[in-house]
């Protein structure tokens, strides 16, 4: 995919080129569908007029036309052309999708909905865990936590072993509906996950809480681990409201 899009960029030098810095020509037009320059029910321009937009070659502009419809952004029909879906359409738990919608993911309040999925989850999948888990995933969930522990004023690294931990937590589990649906939203925590990472500046409260729950885990004890997980999920409340403050500052003038 990257090598067509090198190739096809600057065959056109009249063409009125987007932005440089994205040389990604699909990211390129989802992120646009996405600030709805081109909004949803509506035609996209014309394979030709993208081509002059974006400076590549049809090639390039059909490959990545693929690739948005696998993502449900877009929708083609013959003699009719390519429409931008709605945005229930998209799948938004596609790790591309997320970072296309970038600073436009407030508009649909998705970290939100990632919340309440969470909240649905996560202590079940604590309770079972604090009866189920072997001494290899205590002993992984440990390792993940302390990485959190030691890594707490990084927000990239500590994001990274915060994400290990509850998907170790989620396996340990040892229900196979929740393995699965861990694989289904993994790109969607991770994107919660690294937004309230970064907003928050004091990450000690949420270090405790992992370490508790990882205690209450090697203890056996179901009640206190599915308190655990609702105190996390607590603190994932306060961290989301950071998150949109950092937001709404972003947006004023």
């Known amino acids: 995919m ?11 030098p009249r063409a009125e080129r987007r932005p440089r810095v994205r040389r990604n020509v699909t990211a390129s ?7 709805d320059r081109y909004p949803a029910g509506l035609p996209l321009p014309r394979e030709n007029d993208l081509c002059e937009i974006y400076g590549v070659s049809r090639t390039v502009v059909r490959e990545s036309l693929k690739i948005l419809e696998s993502k449900g952004l877009v929708r083609g029909k013959p003699r009719i052309g390519t429409t931008v879906c709605d945005k229930d359409d998209w799948n ?8 296309w919608m970038g600073p436009h993911i407030e508009d649909s309040d998705l970290l939100g909905c990632i919340l309440e999925a969470r909240r649905t989850i996560e202590p079940a999948a604590a309770e079972y865990a604090a009866a189920r888990a072997t001494a290899q995933e205590i002993a992984d ?4 936590w302390r990485q959190m522990r030691d890594c707490a004023n990084d927000p990239e690294s500590f994001t990274d072993a915060d994400i290990m931990f509850h998907s170790v937590l989620l396996t340990a589990s040892h229900n196979q509906v929740f393995r699965r649906l861990s ?3 993994h790109a969607a925590v991770k994107y919660a996950l690294h937004a309230s990472n970064v907003a928050v500046k004091n990450r000690e409260d ?6 508790e729950l990882v205690e209450a885990l090697r203890m056996r004890d179901r009640k206190r681990a599915r308190e655990c997980a609702n105190r996390m999920l607590d603190l994932a409340v306060r961290d989301l409201a950071a998150v949109k403050k950092a937001a709404s500052r972003t947006k004023s003038p």
């Open 183 to 185: 694989s289904a939203i």
């Open 141 to 144: 969930l440990d390792s993940a």
């Open 2 to 12: 990257g090598s067509i899009e090198q190739q096809g960029e600057g065959e056109n």
């Open 206 to 211: 949420a270090v405790a809480v992992h370490g």
């Open 29 to 35: 037009i989802a992120q646009d569908i996405c600030s």
């Open 92 to 99: 938004i738990l596609d790790a591309d999708v997320l970072e």
